[in-house]
Structures are given as structure tokens and as C-alpha cells.
């Protein structure tokens, strides 16, 4: 007998009602089997539900309209033929009016639609000298054509709308799907969720009905129900896979880190200042972890300049005091000197050995206590062999891979994860549901105040006397650029271009340029002559976003500030204010554009990170900040939702029951799961 676990495997050639025509279409689409039809989830969806007494309207809103036919005509301009159908409302609202449909470039339309038949067509009217237009509309013939097809698949009524580039192709995965799912019938495949999630909220749903109804949704109720079922379903995966990793990296079992003070002591005592309450406590977090036999997974979250440099330092010297080594990565080489500079001025006093190695550089002994570098230092078996402690500065997606590949050798070092990026508790719980997070979220008060203004690229001249100005009471600056060539395409302003005229500009000081496609060499030239304070304007592309310290530096220009993220601003701000002396942040915009202006006035009032990105999450939505704190394309296609954390802890109950009862999802129920957190676990999704 035919199960329907079968049907899914069918190619879409053997499915009733798809023409030739479409098989092949979606085979473009890389589409051939019911399930690749049925797993093909709307990223949205369009109401198309007619409104049989609406008249024809042309307020930029596209609307579904019935109509007939009147008249058809094929019009040449120069050597390219356009198709014309006047019709009329079958409806009551629209009598008297007509409509003319446009086909550009498309005379063979004439042999599709003609006099007579009546359509339903969905798109935006206009009106030009007196008459009604809709060019290129979506149509499906209802009745006196070939293509005939009584009920309406694509228009009266709510319809899915693909992830695919262009109209045909939505029209034959439309089709597909609405035939495919004819063909399947009610329970065609098996649930992944827990049988009791079919109570309560998502009464009556199962995985076959919720699939159903996310393509075609006899209404809007419905199809939230059942996008939220599936985006259950999803983060239950996803925590799946979280709950068991985290098991997995405790069974593997650690080492305990109980230091003694010995080097704690010294360097407290030798700090130039003293640790902020925030900064004591994650400190005591993560010493209490290190403490036990279980391996560390704790990821350190404070805003830009909130100093997570000096507790990882400390946390470093704790895994000493017990014996252990300890190794630093960064993801920029620049910023992996930086730190090697800061250890070498903490904690060689101490007689701490510290080296450096990157792609191209190589400093200091390899059996140094304390490695720090790029992640060249994962592939140096003598930095990496006896180490207990693992930190790795501003990058959570390296975290997780590199956490699975030092797992992987067997060795299950205490792992420490830092990031300025602020994600909000909803979005972290979902990336980082397998860490656990200390938060830095105060700074330190001997900060000066960073004063943030909006200003017009006209006013650059007066910036510079007031940059000169500054470098000449002996601060330092960095001029910002979003991009280094100049291009004629995004017409941005160049570094390289900047640099001649901010040299000429701030004459006879001092002017370096730093832009990523220069040799690691000649950057850590650039870098020290900055820290050192030969150079006193610094003009760069983004490079100096994530990370660098020198408190000296005072003021920030941002060119063409409307090029930006809010949240890349804010971190590119986060270079100053870090010394004692107030500080200055220019957004330079280029037009008096009221948007633009609306959008950076947040920073302006504000440098609370977090704000910031919940201002970002509001005009962005969570999809591109997910996508962005993962460097890649969001593993989950629900998105959207993620905002909603209820459903992120429900999920995370559900994982955690799930495999209290069944660890390594043996039973034959969870054969289903067992695949999907294969799948998720694979070395590719682990780099999503
Ligand atoms: P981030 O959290 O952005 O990585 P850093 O660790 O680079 O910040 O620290 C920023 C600056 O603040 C550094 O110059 C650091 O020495 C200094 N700093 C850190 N903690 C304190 C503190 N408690 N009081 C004063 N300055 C501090
Ligand atoms: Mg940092």
C-alpha cells in the first residue's frame, strides 16, 4: 500500500495536476519531489481575498479584482509589441469602470487571454491621463480559456508568496504546492514535537495540518497558529541540539581550576585602577566554574568598553595559580597584539611568559604560560597542548566551532567566549542556549562623557579646526570611512582619498591610514605609531571597529554616516571615551535627509548598547541582527519570531524532557529527531 511517507518521495511528474510545463520549472528551481514542494516554506503570504463590491482603486495598495474581458489589442512601440486586455469589474462595486491590463514586451499574450473570459487579477492600478492601468497583474483564467481552472489557486483568497526570485516561478510553486497538498490528504507526515503539544495553545494541530495550513491558511488566525507551531518545532530542534552539546561537553568531564592567589594578588595590586562592581562579580562567575570539575562554556556580554579585557586577563591567571596554561584568541590580528601588549605590560611584572602568534607573526616562547592570537594559535599544537582556560574575544560563532573542535581532540579546556555585540535576552537565549552569560553592565566612572552629534558633510571644515585644536592640547582622532576605493557605484567617500585631505587638512600634524587590505605588517606599524602617539589623526575603513583600545583618542568622524548600521556605529563610538577626557563622536551625513537624521538621533541621546539595538531590532527586525551575530544565513526560518522568548523556553522544556527520557534518542518514536539533530550537527550547520 501507498503510505504517504512515500507520496513525499514521489517526483512532482507523477503528481495529478501539474503540467509538464511546471515539473520543469520548478527542476529550475531545484525542485522534484513532493517534499521539496511540501519544505518550501511562504516567507510571507499575501491577502488576496476579493472584495466582490470593491471598485477599482488606485491607492498604491494591490487588490484581486473579478473581471471580464471586454476588448484586446496588441500596441508596437518601435519594434516591441505590448499586450492590452480592457476589462471590466464582474463585481457589482465596479460598474461602468475599466481597467486595462498591461503586458510589456509580451504581444504573445494574445494567445492566453482573450475577449470573453473572465479572470481574477491582482496587482496595483494606476491611472494615467484619465485611465485605469495594471501592469503586468497576476491572472488566472477562471473561465473560456485552456488554462481554466475554477477555484482560484493564486488569487481570491490568502496565498503564499516564496522565497524565489520572480513572478513564474511563484506561480508554478503556487500551483505545485496547492496540488501537492490535494494529493497528500490530512496526516502525511510524521509529528516532531511531543504529542502534548497538541493541547492548549495549538489545539487540534499536528505537523501535516500546520504545513498545510502555512501554504494555504483559510484565514489569518490559522496561519499564525501554525507558523507558530513550526517555529516551535524549530527552536525545539535547534535546543535540542543545545541541551545534548551542553551534556555532552559536562560528560566529557574538565579539570578544576582553584587558584590561589598568587598572581591574583600581585596584579590586583599593581592595576591602575580598581574593578567596577559588574566587572568583580562576572570575575567570581567565572572563577566559580573554573572551580569545578565541569568544563567552563560561559560567555562574558558587556558593552563596548565596559573592560572585559582585564577580567579575562584575570581569569587567565587563575587557570595559572592552578597549573594549567592559558591561550587568548582574537579575530584581527590587530586586536590579537593589542591584547599581547596589554599582557606583556600586566603580566610579565608578574614573571607571567607570554607569546604572540598570528598568520605572519610569531613572538615569544612556545611553551609561553599564556598564548595569545588569531586563530593560527588553534592550529600550533605547542600553544595549544595543557591548556585549561580558552578565551575568545569578540567572536561567538568561532566560539561554538572552536569549542567542538577542542572537544574533539579530547581535551575539554574551560572555555570563556567575550562579545560586545548587545543581543537581546530573547535572541541570546536562542544563539547562546547552550552558555552560560555573566554581563558587564556598568562602566567604569572615571570614563569622560562621549558627546554624539548629527552633522551635515558641509561642516567638515569646522570639524577639522576642532580636531586640530584637540590633537594640539595633545589627544588623538580617527576619521572614519566606509570604504577605500573610490567608487563611482555607492559613491561613498574613500580612505585613501581622505587621507590626502585630512594630511592637508590637519598640516603639520600627523596623519596614518589603516584599511584592511594592507600587509599585517604594515598595519602593525600604523597601529603602534597610533597607540604610541606619533600618529595623531588616524584615518581608517572599519577595521578599527571591533576592539581597539587607546584611551587617547578623543575624537571620532564618521563619513557618511548613513552608510551604517546603528549597531556597527555604536561599536565604531566605542573607540572613545575610554580615557578620562570627554570625548567626541560626529556622525557626518551627506544630505539633509530628515530619515537619516530620525534614525542616528538615537545615538545622540544614547550609549546604551542595548537601546540601541532594540532600536535596531524595531526598524530591522530580529532576522538581520540573528543573521548578523552568526555571520551567516540564519539556520532557522521562522525568524521572525524570535522575539517571542515563551516560545524559546517552551521549546527548551520540551528538549530537555525529551532527552531526560530518551538521551540519545534511540526509541523508534524520536527516529525523526534523531535525523534532524544529525543534521543540525553536522560541521556546516555548525559554521551557520
Ligand atoms: P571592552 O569591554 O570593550 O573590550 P576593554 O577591556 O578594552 O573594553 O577596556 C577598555 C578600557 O578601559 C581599557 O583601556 C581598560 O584598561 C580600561 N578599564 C577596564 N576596566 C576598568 C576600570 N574598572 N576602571 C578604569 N578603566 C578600566
Ligand atoms: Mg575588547
Known amino acids: 500500500m501507498e503510505t ?19 515539473v520543469k520549472m520548478l527542476a529550475k528551481e531545484g525542485m522534484l519531489t513532493v517534499m521539496d514542494v511540501v519544505g518550501l516554506l511562504p516567507f510571507r503570504h499575501e491577502d488576496r481575498r476579493r472584495k466582490e463590491t470593491a471598485a477599482f482603486h488606485t491607492g498604491g495598495i494591490p487588490g484581486s479584482h473579478a473581471v471580464k474581458v471586454v476588448k484586446t489589442q496588441v500596441r508596437f512601440f518601435g519594434r516591441a509589441g505590448s499586450f492590452e486586455a480592457i476589462v471590466e469589474h464582474s463585481g457589482v462595486g465596479g460598474l461602468g469602470q475599466q481597467l486595462t491590463l498591461r503586458w510589456w514586451n509580451m504581444p504573445f499574450m494574445s494567445k492566453t487571454i482573450a475577449i470573453d473570459m473572465e479572470l481574477i487579477v491582482y496587482g496595483r492600478i494606476k ?8 501592469d503586468h497583474p497576476e491572472y488566472e483564467v477562471i473561465k473560456g480559456g485552456e488554462e481554466e481552472g475554477g477555484a482560484s489557486i493564486h488569487n481570491d483568497r490568502i496565498v503564499p508568496v516564496y522565497p524565489l526570485r520572480g513572478g513564474l516561478a ?11 497538498m490535494e494529493r497528500l490528504g490530512d496526516r502525511f507526515t510524521a509529528d516532531i514535537l511531543p504529542p502534548t503539544t497538541g493541547k492548549g495553545e495549538f489545539a487540534g494541530l499536528h505537523r501535516s495540518r500546520a504545513l498545510h495550513t502555512v501554504h494555504f491558511p483559510a484565514n489569518e488566525e490559522e496561519l499564525n497558529q501554525s507558523r507558530r507551531y513550526l517555529a516551535l518545532e524549530e527552536f525545539y530542534g535547534y535546543q535540542l541540539r543545545v541541551v545534548r552539546r551542553r551534556r555532552r561537553v559536562h560528560e566529557a568531564g574538565g579539570r578544576s581550576h582553584r587558584g590561589d592567589g598568587s598572581f591574583l594578588g600581585a596584579f590586583f595590586k599593581e592595576l591602575p585602577f580598581e574593578l567596577t562592581a559588574a566587572q568583580s562579580r562576572s570575575l567570581r562567575e567565572i572563577q566559580a566554574d573554573m572551580a569545578s570539575a565541569l568544563p567552563m562554556n560561559r560567555l562574558l556580554h558587556g558593552d563596548v568598553g565596559s573592560g572585559k579585557t582585564v577580567v579575562a586577563l584575570a581569569a587567565m591567571l587563575t587557570a595559572l595559580e592552578s597549573g594549567s596554561r592559558a591561550a587568548l584568541m582574537a579575530p584581527t590580528q590587530i586586536l590579537a597584539e593589542q591584547h599581547y601588549l596589554t599582557a606583556q605590560k600586566w603580566l610579565e611584572p608578574l614573571g607571567v611568559t607570554v607569546s604572540l602568534k598570528t598568520g605572519t607573526l610569531k613572538t615569544g616562547a612556545e611553551s609561553a604560560q599564556i598564548s595569545i592570537g588569531t586563530h593560527a594559535l588553534l592550529h600550533d599544537r605547542g600553544c595549544m597542548s595543557d591548556v585549561g582556560l580558552v578565551v575568545i574575544d569578540e567572536q561567538h560563532k568561532f566560539g561554538v566551532v572552536q569549542r567542538a573542535r577542542l572537544i574533539e581532540k579530547g581535551r575539554t579546556p574551560d572555555v570563556l567566549v567575550m562579545t560586545a555585540t548587545p543581543i537581546p535576552r530573547t535572541l541570546s537565549l536562542t544563539i547562546y542556549g547552550d552558555l552560560d552569560v555573566s554581563t558587564i553592565d556598568e562602566r567604569p566612572k572615571s570614563r569622560g562623557k562621549v558627546i554624539t552629534k548629527v552633522r551635515l558633510q558641509k561642516k567638515m571644515a569646522e570639524a ?5 585644536e584637540q590633537i594640539a592640547s595633545g589627544r588623538q582622532g580617527y576619521l572614519v570611512f566606509p570604504l577605500i576605493e573610490d567608487s563611482e557605484k555607492v559613491d561613498a567617500a574613500a580612505a585613501k582619498k581622505g587621507f590626502a585631505e585630512w594630511s592637508k587638512l590637519l598640516a603639520p600634524h600627523t596623519v596614518g591610514l589603516l584599511h584592511g587590505k594592507m600587509s599585517a605588517v604594515e598595519k602593525e606599524s600604523v597601529m603602534r605609531d597610533f597607540r604610541e602617539g606619533r600618529i595623531h589623526a588616524l584615518v581608517s575603513t572599519t577595521v578599527v571597529e571591533v576592539g581597539v583600545d587607546v584611551p587617547n583618542a578623543t575624537v571620532m568622524y564618521i563619513h557618511n554616516a548613513e552608510r551604517f548600521g546603528l549597531a556597527q556605529l555604536h561599536q565604531l563610538r566605542g573607540r572613545i571615551g575610554r580615557g578620562s577626557h570627554t570625548s567626541y563622536c560626529v556622525l557626518f551625513v551627506k544630505d539633509d535627509d530628515e530619515e537619516v537624521r530620525e534614525r542616528l538621533a538615537i545615538l545622540e541621546e544614547t550609549d546604551d548598547g542595548f537601546q540601541i539595538a532594540e532600536e535596531d531590532l524595531k526598524r530591522r527586525g530580529p532576522g538581520d541582527i540573528l543573521g548578523r551575530a552568526q555571520s551567516g544565513e540564519a539556520p532557522l526560518q521562522f525568524a521572525e519570531l524570535l522575539a517571542d522568548t515563551r516560545l524559546v523556553r517552551l521549546a527548551r ?5 525529551t532527552l531526560n527520557a530518551d538521551p540519545e534518542l534511540k526509541e523508534p518514536r524520536h527516529a525523526p529527531l534523531r535525523k534532524l539533530v544529525q543534521e543540525i550537527d553536522s560541521p556546516q550547520a555548525m559554521l551557520q
Not at 170 to 180: D, M, N, Y
Not at 464 to 468: C, D, K, S
Open 170 to 180: 511563484q506561480k508554478a510553486v503556487r500551483t505545485a504546492s496547492w496540488h501537492v
Open 127 to 134: 491611472e494615467f491621463k484619465g485611465r485605469l492601468f495594471m
Open 464 to 468: 577639522a579646526g576642532f580636531l586640530a
Open 653 to 657: 522544556q520540551l528538549a530537555e524532557r
Open 4 to 22: 504517504s511517507e512515500t507520496i513525499l518521495h514521489q517526483s512532482l511528474a507523477e503528481v495529478p495536476g501539474l503540467t509538464s510545463r511546471i
